[in-house]
């Protein structure tokens, strides 16, 4: 399981995206993620975007979006999912900072 979240703070831990992959596999911890203001803590087993870096972004929406996709490619490769059964291409965003594409009669975006 690959898990995405917003923490709002507390206990030490500033307000911040979250990401972790159940059970984690080996190597993860060591993964290059986007962008550079994210990070994994070994306390939490889990990957940390601080939310300020989100707000103060020129692009809050694109360093959102590429946390959330390539920490999903780093848990899903190293946990060798089957991402080509799992995956629907045609609405994926790459890490490149790439729109997604959405198909005519899907509901989106139209």
Known sequence: MISHGF???GNGVEA?????TAPEPAGLDQSQIEPRAAFYSKDMKEFLLPYDAVRQS???ETALMDFLQ???EAGANLAKWDRK???RQDTM???TGS???????????Q
Do not use: D, H, N, Q
């Open 16 to 20: 911040a995206f979250y990401s972790y």
């Open 58 to 60: 020129p692009s809050p």
């Open 70 to 72: 390539s920490t999903y």
């Open 85 to 87: 059964a799992l995956e």
């Open 93 to 95: 965003r790459s890490v």
């Open 99 to 109: 729109s997604p594409t959405i198909r005519k009669g899907s509901g989106l975006g």
């Open 7 to 9: 923490w709002p703070g």
